[in-house]
């Protein structure tokens, strides 16, 4: 299966102080890749890494057979990769169709809409609603469909059941699971680790700003030892 997104030797951080150390990993075409971070060292500096809005930063990203070097982010974005933060996600002042309208330019807009309130039909039920009213479900799931309506080839997503209410995660990682057959690969960074592995494709386990474990999600999860150490749990 063909990689779209190759990381070699990443380090980067803040000021003086280095949080990727060397990070290797790589994500395949149409595959949902769980990255967990368990004491959430390193996450959001991972995907900022990725977007090109890292302050500094060495190693080599390649997407999509591209080496992106110092690539401005917004070039990144056309180039296809998507991208949901964990806050800040939607423009609350607006509508949800018009949180839709600013991503996508006017030839393209009308049939990605129509697609995206298919994939996600709770959004064409508030599709007039202002995006700061919805529950964090339908906020959410806004938050996709904007990263989606450019059609990328990569969507990373900054923990995005982080400030989900608990009964409605199952929801939010199946429409993750979902994403593949849109042909975007996904890069899932997420502190439910267990929960994203049983979605998953692959996985890797970060510490210290490193892979200190890698292979398929299934692998990972029945790996009493790692769940134990890594990921706050085991099945005993």
Not at 19 to 48: C, F, H, W, Y
Not at 50 to 67: A, E, K, N, Y
Not at 82 to 96: C, D, I, K, R
């Amino acid at each position: 299966m063909t990689n779209v997104l190759q990381i070699a030797g990443l380090r980067g951080g803040y000021s003086e102080v280095d949080i990727l150390n060397g990070l290797e990993l790589e994500d395949r075409a149409q595959e949902i890749l769980m990255i967990a971070v368990p004491n959430g060292s390193g996450k959001s500096t991972m995907a900022k890494a990725i977007l090109g809005i890292l302050p500094r930063s060495s190693g080599r990203i390649v997407f999509d057979g591209q080496d992106l070097g110092r690539m401005p982010s917004e070039q990144r974005v056309r180039r296809g990769i998507g991208y949901v933060p964990q806050v800040a996600n939607v423009f609350p002042s607006l509508t949800v169709t018009e949180n839709l309208q600013v991503v996508e330019p006017v030839p393209e807009r009308r049939a990605q809409i129509k697609d995206m309130f298919e994939t996600f039909p709770a959004l064409l039920e508030r599709r007039n609603q202002r995006a700061g009213s919805l529950s964090g479900g339908e906020r959410q799931q806004l938050a996709f469909a904007r990263a989606l309506m450019t059609r990328p080839k990569l969507i990373v997503l900054d923990e995005p059941t982080a400030n989900i209410s608990p009964k409605i995660v199952t929801q939010v990682f199946q429409h993750i699971r979902r994403m593949p057959d849109l042909g975007t690969a996904v890069l899932l960074i997420e502190q439910r680790a267990r929960e994203a592995l049983a979605i998953a494709d692959r996985g890797y386990i970060l510490a210290g700003g490193k892979v200190v474990a890698n292979g398929r999600a299934a692998d990972l999860a029945a790996d009493d030892t790692l769940a134990k150490r890594f990921l706050g749990q085991g099945r005993g």
